[in-house]
């Protein structure tokens, strides 16, 4: 599937191709590429072909759908009506089936998308590298025995290897950035309260945000497009009417006051990481440098607040089910269950305490920039990640770069950054709360400097 | 909050939470307790206004 989800959907509208077609070749796709890289946990053949007939119907009575026969997959924390709702567990297996689809899906289902099945994750969304023991690590596309990143590691590798131009996905503390870095994506983690939850499996309430993945910028805006507007039934969803983005991508970036993120966030790089950086800067023009007030107390303040508002919704598996639970993370899970609610409530206030502060900065600068993932992909199983000396556990410090950015909900668009020869890795490229617009004209900007591109993986049939 | 104090919290804790750990469980869960606690140490002894109140989102 080498078009992009706006190719098809032209293709689609203007009758040069039938939805139904595409989602065959699809369908097939994933039947090809998908054993190399076990993204999908389910393929929904049945609902695909019937969502693409109705399609062509909507088609020929003149509907006009943004995402005409898109292909799409879902992380499995998305309801799926008729699917049981995983969050990539074990425990999940015998849940009820869902009833109907998630908000964000039934959105995608309205704009014509055709949604091919349901992706691998962390369990419960508490990983950044899709070492799923129950479910198979899923790969990363551009070499194999390397992770693709996670939480959201199988929509990002969906995306990556071109079984769909289009994913939606997670991100808590890094979940749709931190995979999108190391698969060479375009990601983008809204506004917390931007998107719908209805629907999807929580894992932190104060930092889940869902957002979708894409091999093109152009993409990326669309579906974010067609997934926008408030949701009552969302207690975090604020009542926002959409605000396109589309036209964002192309609006240059004039007058845009520009920064690299200095301080903390030039302590956690790898050299891979910081070229990607540095080229970011190179292609804008940015050579002013900022930082953000506190980012370390932001980071522990949201890794406390993930630990309690995690392990206290698990309390029963962790009581009673422990040796069904995902080894890489179950003993974590523990410990967060445990943690006194002095540590939770002073984490919380400083949460807000930080967001305050960060909310000054915004006078002075529009968009900051900084890198997704502190490296490339690592190897499958790897334990440590050596930064600068300092050898860290791997699965939690993978998002020290994406943490203290979403825990006060500030829009990032991850960008990918890509150098003939070398893995992937990506930055992020943040704004202000409701200004995403900002986020995809920078991006934009990238994308016409020829600096970002989204090259697919050598073929993996 | 030395070693010490983490295993018998940790312990003392599950214990009050109903979980029942095997030894090689308490080895890990203490450790990423202990883990934890390094970052809330940061945040529990940080001086804010009485004002600076938790951020939730609900509407009654």
Redesign the interface.
């Known amino acids: 599937m080498s078009e992009s989800a706006l190719q098809i959907a032209a293709s689609v509208s203007q009758g040069a191709v039938t939805a139904t077609s595409v989602a065959e070749a699809a369908l097939d796709a994933v039947l090809r590429i998908d054993p190399a890289i076990n993204a999908f946990t389910a393929v929904l053949r049945e609902r695909a072909l019937a969502e693409a007939q109705e399609v062509d119907r909507r088609i020929a009575s003149r509907e006009t759908l943004p995402l005409a026969g898109v292909p799409y997959a879902v992380k499995n924390l998305f309801d799926v009506a008729g699917v049981a709702t995983l969050a990539g567990a074990k425990v999940h297996l015998q849940r009820p089936k869902a009833r109907s689809d998630a908000a964000l899906v039934t959105r995608m289902h309205e704009a014509g998308a055709v949604l091919l099945g349901t992706l691998n994750m962390d369990e419960f969304a508490y990983g950044f590298t899709t070492e799923n023991t129950h479910f198979g690590t899923t790969r990363n596309p551009h070499d194999t025995g390397r992770i693709a990143g996670g939480s959201s590691g199988g929509s990002a590798a969906a995306v990556a290897a071109r079984m769909v131009p289009l994913a939606l996905a997670s991100d808590t503390n890094g979940s749709i950035r931190v995979p999108s870095s190391l698969c060479g994506i375009y990601g983008l983690k809204p506004t917390y309260g931007r998107l719908s939850r209805r629907g999807s499996f929580p894992f932190v309430d104060s930092l889940d945000h869902l957002g979708p993945m894409a091999t093109t910028l152009a993409d990326l805006a669309a579906c974010y497009d067609v997934l926008q507007g408030p949701d009552a039934d969302d207690p975090a969803c604020a009542e926002r009417e959409t605000e396109p983005v589309r036209g964002a991508c192309d609006a240059g970036i004039a007058g845009l006051r520009i920064a690299r993120l200095g301080g903390y966030f030039d302590e956690h790089l790898t050299a891979p990481a910081r070229a990607a950086v540095e080229r970011a800067c190179l292609a804008l023009g940015v050579t002013r440098v900022t930082e953000l007030p506190a980012a370390n107390l932001g980071r522990a303040a949201a890794f406390v607040i993930t630990a309690s508002e995690g392990g206290a919704r698990h309390l029963a598996h962790l009581r009673d089910r422990r040796d069904d639970l995902e080894p890489h993370s179950c003993d974590r899970f523990v410990a967060g269950a445990i943690a006194p609610a002095a540590w939770y409530a002073k984490a919380q206030r400083v949460r807000r305490w930080y967001r305050d502060a960060v909310r000054e900065i915004w006078a002075g600068v529009d968009v900051l920039i900084a890198a997704a993932t502190p490296c490339e992909a690592t190897r499958i199983g790897e334990e440590w990640l050596d930064l600068n000396g300092v050898r860290m556990p791997l699965r939690a410090s993978l998002g020290l770069l994406t943490q203290p950015i979403s825990c006060i909900g500030l829009p990032v668009v991850t960008v990918p950054m890509p150098r003939a020869g070398r893995l992937p890795v990506g930055v992020q490229v943040i704004a202000a709360p409701w200004r995403e617009d900002l986020c995809f004209r920078v991006a934009g900007a990238l994308v016409a400097s020829g600096a970002s591109s989204c090259p697919a993986p050598a073929p993996l049939e | 909050m030395t070693e010490g104090d983490a295993a018998a919290?940790?312990d003392a804790?599950?214990a009050?939470?109903?979980?029942a750990?095997r030894d090689d469980?308490r080895a890990?869960?203490?450790?990423?307790?202990v883990?934890?606690?390094a970052?809330?140490a940061?945040?529990?002894d940080?001086e804010?206004a009485d004002d600076?109140?938790?951020?939730?989102?609900?509407?009654p």
Not at chain 2, 16 to 19: K, Q, W
Not at chain 2, 28 to 33: E, I, K, Q, S
Not at chain 2, 52 to 59: K, R
């Open positions: 919290y940790v804790a599950c009050v939470h109903g979980i750990l469980e890990r869960v203490t450790a990423h307790f883990r934890l606690g970052l809330a940061t945040l529990v940080l804010l600076v109140e938790i951020a939730p989102v609900f509407e």
